[in-house]
């Protein structure tokens, strides 16, 4: 027998999230992250909570293509890109963009011809070692995304570790952001760096995290980096 438990979503709750990330961080677009199903509460009900969003981020290519059966229009990015050639068309038919964070992912690329154009979002290890190119790698990886013919823009991005805590002991909020300049530095292309840890921190490094996306996500389901009340930020 199942157990009897009950959730009760407030889609007024996650708009005003989104707004408290867009008054935190004014001056860049947004990528409400709706991973996991929207951390579980429901890809219909995270589109219809985040429709003001700029744009919808997800790990799933399913669901990024559910989010555009949905109705969709506006951009929609795969956070852990590709995981087989068999993808590059979808992105190219339904125009969703793609992260790119491992050598593996730019010879698939290189090795298909696109037919139509996509946005590919370039991503750097910086601390959290975990998916993305190493600051010295950087820019050898962008050379040969931008010499694909079928390549359009490509976004520059990191993610930061630790991003509850802006003086980690082990590694600060700021030097993240110094690895991220030096590895992208004279790089064309618009930069991706703040998840909700360092949107909350936005008027704190106010010169450090200027850029122009963010991607907020457990803050827009109400969840607090570092395990302070929301009333604290």
């Known amino acids: 027998m199942p157990r009897p438990l009950h959730a009760t979503i407030h889609l007024d709750s996650m708009q005003h999230n989104l707004a408290r990330a867009r008054a935190c961080a004014p001056q860049a677009k947004i990528w409400a992250v709706v991973k996991a199903n929207a951390y579980g509460h429901g890809l219909e009900r995270g589109l219809r909570g985040f429709a003001q969003a700029d744009g919808l981020a997800l790990i799933e290519t399913e669901n990024a293509l559910r989010l555009r059966e949905l109705g969709w229009l506006k951009p929609v990015l795969l956070l852990e890109g590709i995981f087989d050639a068999s993808d590059i068309p979808l992105l190219a038919e339904h125009d969703i963009d793609s992260t790119v964070h491992c050598l593996e992912q730019v010879k698939l690329l290189e090795y298909t011809q696109l037919y139509r154009p996509i946005d590919v979002h370039l991503k750097m290890n910086t601390g959290m070692n975990r998916l993305g190119f190493r600051p010295e790698e950087f820019a050898a990886a962008y050379r040969r995304l931008r010499a694909i013919p079928g390549i359009r823009n490509i976004?520059?991005?990191?993610?930061?570790?630790?991003?509850?805590?802006?003086?980690?002991?082990?590694?600060?909020?700021a030097e993240q952001v110094q690895r991220f300049r030096l590895g992208a530095d004279g790089l064309p292309g618009e930069r991706s760096l703040s998840n909700s840890g360092g949107v909350l921190h936005t008027a704190e490094l106010v010169q450090e995290l200027q850029s122009d996306w963010v991607r907020p996500g457990i803050m827009l389901y109400g969840g607090t980096p570092g395990g302070r009340s929301a009333k604290d930020y």
């Open 155 to 173: 976004t520059l991005m990191t993610h930061f570790a630790n991003a509850d805590e802006l003086e980690h002991p082990r590694l600060s909020i």
